[in-house]
């Protein structure tokens, strides 16, 4: 901040001293939640029991801030990310202080109607066509079982960088189709005592058979499933393995149960694992036309107006995938903007977000090189 005196105060400063009325007395919060929800990451319920606590706690990470009516806050510390709706402060268009008060309402609960109506469709996710057209053997099984007799598809491999869209993909197939989905992530397996989970691979084929037809999702699969040279880094998932081999083998009846299983490192999987799949289905990086719908897609649901040229920003993000856009460009410029107290995302919030991106790639790089 530029100093203009000599005890180091700047006009603004001095205008929030003499002008109280700028202090927020009172916010008003709603829990809005995570900005997307899954079936790994659901926004918990909020309910404050200690007033005085809280006010300590969110004073300490939003302190600064000039907030306005109908604004969000973005917590960074508990829950990284979560979002806070401001449905009244008074005054409008303050800053919080030490002394201003907050008052934190739980977040509306969706009702399943409004629910069933976000659900997205296989045309939704954006570029990956060769997995989109691949996939499709699976849409025709599920709609006519009969029609493949003893070859009908069973186990498939989606595999490719993160953020491509393996899960949105597979969860889109389920939802055209109108058949649950049973979505797991393989590291939740890893129990604390041996047959933990072996006993989970075989209660979720068991529920599957109970409500056919059914797709199965693991996440992560080479979190159990690595090549046996890797034994070291996974631990002892054998018996989880061979459970997890059993089923994919069909041994009971998985007529009408897909099993598709998501991995960002397929080399590094076990041959047994591997070997079940009949189709490995690879996601691959968007092209430049694929990062440009992305972007206006997810431009459309920003709360701030977007001033910045997207064309540019294309052109910045070969190598992004669809996550990247969205998490580490559109989410940091966003938060940026808000922290600035801005009523649009301009272009330095953009050009912070891609710096940040970069300092990322480069930590990264430090610990795996030194």
Known sequence: MRQDNQYGINKQARYEIINEKKEAKVIILQAIGYPIESNYIESPEIEVTNKELFDIYANDQWNGYKVHKYQYLFDQKLLPDF??????????????????????????????????????????????????????????????PDKFKNWAPKNILFYGMPGTGKTMLAQALANELDVP????????LIGDHVGDGSKQIHELYEEARNNKPTVIFIDEIDAIGL????????????????ALLTEMDGIEDNESI???????????????????????????LPSKKDRLLILKTNIETL??????????????????????????????????????S?????????NYALEESKKEVKTIEDKMFG
């Not at 409008?92 to 739980?106: C, G, K, M, Q």
């Not at 490192?265 to 690879?282: G, K, W």
């Not at 709360?303 to 940091?332: M, Q």
């Open 303 to 340: 709360p701030l107006k977007a001033s910045f040229d997207v064309e540019n920003l294309v052109e910045k993000t070969d190598g992004f995938s669809g996550r990247d856009l969205k998490e580490k460009i559109l989410k940091t410029a966003l938060h940026r903007a808000i922290s600035e």
């Open 181 to 188: 989905i049973k979505m797991i992530k393989a590291t939740s």
């Open 83 to 144: 979002a806070y709706q401001i449905l009244d402060v008074r005054p409008d268009n303050s800053y919080i202080t030490s002394n201003t008060s907050f008052l934190v309402l739980p977040r509306e609960k969706r009702s399943i109607e409004n629910s069933q109506k976000q659900k997205f469709k296989v045309d939704d996710v954006i570029g990956q066509k060769k997995a989109k057209d691949k996939s499709r053997i699976i849409t025709k099984y599920l709609e006519d």
């Open 342 to 350: 801005c009523d649009e995302i301009r272009e330095e919030h953009v």
């Open 258 to 284: 897909i099993t598709i299983c998501a991995t960002n490192n397929p080399q590094l999987l076990d041959y047994a694992i591997r070997s079940r799949f009949e189709e490995e289905i690879e996601f691959s």
């Open 227 to 242: 090549e046996r040279k890797y034994q070291s880094l996974r631990g002892d998932v054998t018996e989880i393995v061979n």
